[in-house]
Nanobody, 126 residues
Framework: QVQLVESGGGLVQAGGSLRLSCACT??????????MAWFRQAPGKEREFVAN????????YYADSVKGRFTISRDNAKNTVYLQMNSLKSEDTAVYYC?????????????????WGQGTQVTVSS
């Protein structure tokens, strides 16, 4: 079982930066055996893929809308995954969710990610 707790959200002006963190608590399988991801959901819209990262951190994938601006990373010693968000735009406003899945196959498909955090609000003012 995996428990995920996001933090780091807030209000920022367009062009600014934020770093989200997701602390992971596991029972059984170690954190380093979970692929991790970030998704987001804007008001009135479906939850969408943002970025994911493999066990070791050697493989990462991004949605086209954030490529070049966001960076996902992980620290397996701290059981934490991060999302560094730069050059933020108003359209990045959403609740950001951390997700985990066992196995090292990465996917942008929401239903394949079995564990979710409660989300953290990011609001970008223009």
């Amino acid at each position: 079982q995996v428990q995920l707790v996001e933090s780091g959200g807030g209000l920022v002006q367009a062009g600014g930066s934020l770093r989200l963190s997701c602390a992971c608590t596991t029972s059984g399988r170690t954190f380093s055996r979970y692929a991790m991801a970030w998704f987001r959901q804007a008001p009135g819209k479906e939850r969408e893929f943002v970025a994911n990262i493999s066990w070791s951190g050697s493989s990462t994938y991004y949605a086209d809308s954030v490529k070049g601006r966001f960076t996902i990373s992980r620290d397996n010693a701290k059981n934490t995954v991060y999302l560094q968000m730069n050059s933020l735009k108003s359209e990045d406003t959403a609740v950001y969710y951390c997700a985990a899945k066992s196995g090292d196959t990465l996917s942008p498909i929401l239903r394949l990610w079995g564990s979710w955090g409660q989300g953290t609000q990011v609001t970008v003012s223009s």
